[in-house]
T-cell receptor, first 110, second 115 residues
C-alpha cells in the first residue's frame, strides 16, 4: 500500500520540550516538505528537501529543524525556541512538481 | 511578497447548482496551478492541476486558467453535500527567499452545499 504516513495523529507536549514529528513515504518520491497550518489559514512552508542529505528553509523555519538521512523519511523537530508550535502539521512528497499530503499530525503544546 | 488570494467565504450553494471558486496570484512567471480539497480536520487532497491557459475538465470539476489576468478558478457542477469542504488554491511561485520555486497556498474558500 503506497502512501505517506505521519505519526502520531495527535501529540501533546509541555512548553519548553522539543518534539519530533515523523513522516515516512514509500512512493519513491525525491522531494519532501513540511507545512504548518493554523486555524482558518493556508499552509506555510517550514522546510523542504529535494534529495537525501540536503534540505532548505521555507518561509517559517525558525524554531524548527529537520533531517533527511533516508529517501523515505523526513522527520521534523519543533524545538523549545519555537514560541507557539500548537498547529496542524502536514508532510508532503512530490513527483513532477505535484505534491501529495500525508494525514497530518495535530500538535498541542501547553 | 508573492501572494495567492482567495475569497475566504463561506460560499453556500444549493445541491445541484454550480459552485464557482476563484483565485488570483501575483507572480507572472508561475506555470503550475493546483486545487486541493480539505475536509474539516483532514489533510488536503489534490483534485485538479492545470498548466495551460483555458479549461481543463475532470468529471464534475473544471479548472480555468488565465495567465494574462493572473486568475485561476474551479467550477464544481451538480454540487453535492459531500463537496462541502475548504478548497485551497496553490501556485508554483518564486520562494520568499528568491532562491527557488515552491508551492504557495491561498488561505482557502469554505464551500457549503445545502441539501
Amino acid at each position: 500500500d503506497g502512501g505517506i504516513t505521519q505519526s502520531p495523529k495527535y501529540l501533546f507536549r509541555k512548553e519548553g520540550q522539543n518534539v519530533t514529528l515523523s513522516c515516512e513515504q514509500n512512493l519513491n518520491h525525491d522531494a519532501m516538505y513540511w507545512y504548518r497550518q493554523d486555524p482558518g489559514q493556508g499552509l506555510r512552508l517550514i522546510y523542504y528537501s529535494q534529495i537525501v542529505n540536503d534540505f532548505q528553509k521555507g518561509d517559517i523555519a525558525e524554531g524548527y529543524s529537520v533531517s533527511r538521512e533516508k529517501k523515505e523519511s523526513f522527520p521534523l523537530t519543533a524545538t523549545s525556541a519555537q514560541k507557539n508550535p500548537t498547529a496542524f502539521y502536514l508532510c508532503a512528497s512530490s513527483i513532477f512538481g505535484v505534491q501529495y499530503f500525508g494525514p497530518g499530525t495535530r500538535l498541542t503544546v501547553t | 511578497q508573492k501572494e495567492v488570494e482567495q475569497n475566504s467565504g463561506p460560499l453556500s450553494v444549493p445541491e445541484g447548482a454550480i459552485a464557482s471558486l476563484n483565485c488570483t496570484y501575483s507572480d507572472r512567471g508561475s506555470q503550475s496551478f493546483f486545487w486541493y480539497r480539505q475536509y474539516s480536520g483532514k489533510s488536503p487532497e489534490l483534485i485538479m492541476s492545470i498548466y495551460s491557459n483555458g479549461d481543463k475538465e475532470d468529471g464534475r470539476f473544471t479548472a480555468q486558467l488565465n495567465k494574462a489576468s493572473q486568475y485561476v478558478s474551479l467550477l464544481i457542477r451538480d454540487s453535492q453535500p459531500s463537496d462541502s469542504a475548504t478548497y485551497l488554491c496553490a501556485v508554483n511561485m518564486i520562494s520568499f527567499s528568491g532562491s527557488a520555486r515552491q508551492l504557495t497556498f491561498g488561505s482557502g474558500t469554505q464551500l457549503t452545499v445545502l441539501p
